[in-house]
């Protein structure tokens, strides 16, 4: 099973692109359905790797999810030249992976950036994205693979990624040789 994380606030670009990837018998969540806290720092996780995190929220199932999936595929909007707040608030979460790296080094996280700008303008907030989670994936022991950044275009075609690719298709399928293989393209 891959798991597929839409981490939008909304359910637009990034879920379409997700849902269009994913295979019957994968599992996508959408982090705008999901109760998520803050990290509170506490470090109990360290001493409780096997219950993962104090906290009682939706953040236990994405535990539980990340553990039964070999791949996780990450698709997030750009806000204010990063990630979402709602997927941050998820990578803070991690915290427990960072006393059991064995956890996640079978693991690869496939991520998919979309933002206004085109692909050209948005060339180094991609960088900063893509070194974001070579960084993580350095300390926390999976493979990260950045996969692209797209452009959602202009303000009216923002809600429909399609309208700004008329290769929406064969980008979908290209994402999908590159995360499962010619097999499943």
């Known amino acids: 099973m891959n798991l597929y994380i839409s981490g939008s606030n909304r359910k637009q670009n990034c879920y379409r692109i997700l849902n269009d990837l994913k295979t019957e018998k994968d599992k996508l969540i959408s982090l705008a359905d999901k109760s998520i806290g803050y990290c509170l720092g506490c470090s109990a996780c360290v001493n409780d790797v096997e219950g993962f995190c104090v906290i009682e929220d939706d953040m236990q199932e994405i535990y539980e999810d990340i553990m039964k999936s070999d791949k996780i595929i990450i ?34 996280f496939y991520i998919i950036a979309i933002g206004q700008m085109s692909e050209i303008e948005n060339n180094e907030i991609a960088n900063d994205i893509k070194q974001y989670f070579e960084r993580i994936s350095e300390f926390l022991g999976f493979k990260s693979v950045f996969l692209r950044y797209l452009t959602s275009g202009d303000i009216k075609s923002v809600d429909d990624i ?18 499962e293989g010619e097999l499943y393209a």
């Open 75 to 108: 698709a997030t909007p750009v806000y204010m030249n990063h990630i979402t707040g709602i997927l941050k608030n998820v990578i803070d979460r991690f915290n427990p992976f960072c006393n059991n790296e064995e956890l996640l080094q079978d693991k690869t």
């Open 162 to 179: 399609t309208k700004t690719y008329n290769n929406y298709n064969e980008i979908i399928k290209e994402l999908k040789v590159e995360i």
